[in-house]
């Protein structure tokens, strides 16, 4: 696949994006959290997508030629906004390894860090909604994007940080299933438009989808599957004593995930919004991004 270097561009740090997101709001909830695991695999990821990214350019030095575009081009916004997320997100990892003990420059950075993540996504996208491909032409787009930063982000922090984000278990379940669905809608919006669209080339781009029915089923059954096994929860937290009169219970407080069905998923949603990712460049019919 031609555009293998994108995919795992936009997928890494998405996935980063999410993950210091969800980083920052542990930070607020939990004054005491580090959050180091996360932190680093946050900055890992964003290393590998801005790697990934000079080897799509082929020439990586030409992308110095739109640096100086910023006021016009959504490409220069993307480039500067992608360098300075993965520049303070790698100033803050390096910090949580060598300097855990700059704990107020950490919590400073990493909420910078992801509010330009978030900027950053909005960049990304509008880079694809301003080519020339009709498929790609379509407000949902923001949507799709951003429901994969925050599901790939939020399971893949739950995954790393363990224990430490146990009090954000709840809010990271519900934001899941939140986004897939609104991932669903959007979508479904998405092909009804393309359907009803008189441009040959969304029309191609609609047949080329149709002929990968296998791979549509298995991107949403996967994002279903895995936002969905998160809100039936098996392992109860520990006991704790209550007391009744001259009798002493032992109870569970609340229902917990257990480790396996948070890493599988953690495991089925990046698989679905991979295989989502594949089929959003396969639409393409008629224009190569380049550096504008």
Not at 46 to 64: C, E, N, R, W
Request: aromatic letters at 10%; one cysteine or more.
């Amino acid at each position: 696949m031609a555009e293998l270097a994108l995919l795992i561009f936009t997928i890494c740090l998405q996935a980063s994006i999410g993950i210091m997101v969800f980083v920052s709001i542990g930070k607020f909830v939990n004054k005491e959290g580090e959050y180091k695991n996360a932190i680093l695999g946050a900055a890992l990821l964003a290393v590998i997508g801005l790697l990934a990214s000079l080897l799509h350019l082929g020439q990586p030095f030409s992308a110095i030629n739109a640096l100086s575009r910023f006021a016009t081009s959504w490409l220069s916004r993307e480039i500067w906004f992608t360098a300075l997320f993965t520049g303070l997100t790698v100033l803050s990892a390096l910090l949580a390894l060598f300097k855990p003990d700059a704990k107020s420059a950490i919590k400073a950075l990493v909420p910078i860090a992801g509010g330009i993540g978030l900027v950053d996504i909005f960049a990304m996208t509008a880079v694809y909604t301003s080519t020339g491909v009709p498929a790609w032409q379509h407000g949902s787009l923001f949507i799709e994007f951003y429901a994969a930063t925050i599901s790939m982000g939020a399971l893949l922090f739950l995954a790393l940080a363990k224990e430490e984000s146990s009090s954000l278990l709840r809010i990271i379940v519900l934001t899941v299933f939140s986004a897939v669905l609104l991932q669903v809608v959007a979508m479904v919006l998405y092909y009804v438009g393309l359907g009803t669209s008189d441009n040959l080339a969304a029309q191609q781009s609609l047949a080329l989808l149709g002929e990968l029915n296998l791979a549509t089923t298995l991107k949403w059954l996967f994002l279903l599957i895995g936002s969905g096994v998160l809100l039936f929860p098996q392992k109860p937290s520990p006991k704790v004593n209550v007391s009744v009169g001259k009798t002493s219970l032992k109870v569970s407080t609340t229902a917990k995930l257990s480790a396996t069905t948070i890493y599988a998923a953690t495991v089925l949603i990046i698989v679905g919004q991979i295989i989502g990712r594949y089929l959003f460049y396969v639409m393409m019919v008629t224009s190569q991004i380049g550096l504008s």
